[in-house]
């Protein structure tokens, strides 16, 4: 910009002004920047641009936990998605943290991004979610369905989950032990209540001792499970209410020498490429990673265009995906 002021004659502000517009100039002085902008080869900022409100072609994605498969391909889709749309992301992980969610919206927001894909954090702390509809910054909210007005993407966990427990309930089992996830997240308490249904629609009481928090993590699911072996009578499956729940009971199962399906059927909630190696196979609702992507991505670019528009929250279906370790014959 220098160079260009220079060889126009005016200062870097007025080149500023020409280029993003912000101030009347006189015509004579527009030409002559424009012709040192010529012969310069000079190329303006994609950001000195986003300051005079042109679009910056960035999507700011901040997700609760990049180490768990589910998110990490769900990032892949809308990275590639946003590619095809000629956008690139900053990506950033909020560890499932509310201060540190607070702090990737408002630094996604200095650097000028378009519009964001969140991940809400768990619990009742709002204050991303507050500062995303204060600043009005466009914004899509993937998996954890929250109150609020904003374009929302995720799954029906609900009726999915009753359908996974209805058909645990169909090979025989009663005494089913539920491996819930993280408290104040909308999926850990949509999922407990397909699983309260699918007993209540069967006749079976509720047996508040045969569910165990995993926090949605490896570890404390391992321990929740260990928690419902010790029971008498233990149950005669578990349900994994999240693919890193899934891992943990296996862990637990394995360190108690019980075999799957032989002595503890075994089903979960999340896909994963791996789950298909194990022997037996992993009976599990797959969620629709690509769609809800995509959707995502789709959403935000129409509330970018058009900010008026009504709030949409789209619920997708997962899919049962009956393998071995239910007590199912192979389906493959």
Known sequence: ????????????????????????VRPATVEAVRDAI????????????????????????????????????????IESECARRGLMIFLADTHDDPD???????????????????????????????????KGIPSVLVDRIVRGEFDQVGVENTVACRELISHLIGHGHRRIGFV???????????????????LHRAGIPFDPALVCCGES???????????LLRLDPRPTAIVASNNLMMIGAMHALRDAGIEVPAGMALVGFDDFDWAE??????????????????????????????PD???????????LRIRNSCGCQDQR
Do not use: C, W
């Open 217 to 227: 993590a490896n570890e404390p699911a391992r321990r929740a499970v260990r928690e």
């Open 38 to 77: 010529r012969k310069t080869g000079y190329v303006p900022n994609s950001l000195a641009q986003a300051l005079a409100g042109a679009s910056t072609k960035t999507i700011g994605v901040a997700i609760s936990a990049l180490t768990n498969h589910y998110f990490a391909e769900t990032v892949r889709v």
């Open 1 to 24: 910009m220098e160079d260009v002021a220079h060889r126009a004659g005016v200062s870097v502000s007025t080149v500023s002004h020409v280029i993003n517009g912000t101030r009347k």
């Open 100 to 134: 540190q969610e607070l702090r990737v919206i408002k630094a996604l927001h200095q650097r000028r991004v378009d519009g964001i894909i969140l991940a809400p954090t768990a619990g009742t702390d709002r204050r991303a979610l507050d500062y995303l509809k204060g």
């Open 309 to 319: 528009d009504q709030f949409e929250i789209v619920r997708l279906t997962p899919e």
């Open 277 to 306: 190696l194990f022997n037996p196979r992993l009976t599990v609702l797959a969620q629709p990673l690509e769609d809800i992507a995509m959707k995502a991505v789709e959403l935000l670019t129409r509330r970018i265009a058009r």
């Open 180 to 198: 819930a996830g993280a408290p104040g997240i909308s999926t850990s308490i949509e999922r407990l209540e397909g699983y309260r249904d699918a």
